[in-house]
């Protein structure tokens, strides 16, 4: 089974910055995507920015030139550099791990975001 924690949430006024940070663990097999969604309050789910089994990413079209998402293969960990947020960031952001082989999906528990002054 494996298991994501986040961290790094909390709150921060707008134009300021924050790292989100998650780390996987148990039994991965295979290449797997690894990145973040958001959910607001009243809506869907939403992928923010993630890293494709191939080191590539994919953004969203609201978050990129400010946000910036890296992993750490090795320690099987994901990071999110958070820069110029605004208060449309404000979110619970949640980690994921999708394994290609299992076609499966893991989730983290979340970490809020709020950005407010």
């Known amino acids: 089974q494996v298991q994501l924690v986040e961290s790094g949430g909390g709150l921060v006024q707008p134009g300021g910055s924050l790292r989100l940070s998650c780390v996987a663990s148990g039994v991965i097999l295979g290449t797997y995507n690894m990145g973040w969604y958001r959910q607001a309050p009243g809506q869907q789910r939403e992928l923010v920015a993630r890293?494709?089994?191939?080191?590539?990413?994919d953004y969203a079209d609201s978050v990129k030139g400010r946000f910036t998402v890296s992993r750490d293969k090795m320690k099987v960990m994901v990071y999110l550099q958070m820069n110029s947020l605004k208060p449309e960031d404000t979110a619970v952001y949640y980690c994921?791990?999708?394994?290609?082989?299992?076609?499966?999906?893991?989730w983290g528990r979340g970490t809020q975001v709020t950005v407010s002054s």
């Open positions: 994921n791990l999708y394994q290609t082989i299992r076609g499966r999906d893991y």
């Open positions: 890293v494709l089994g191939d080191e590539s990413t």
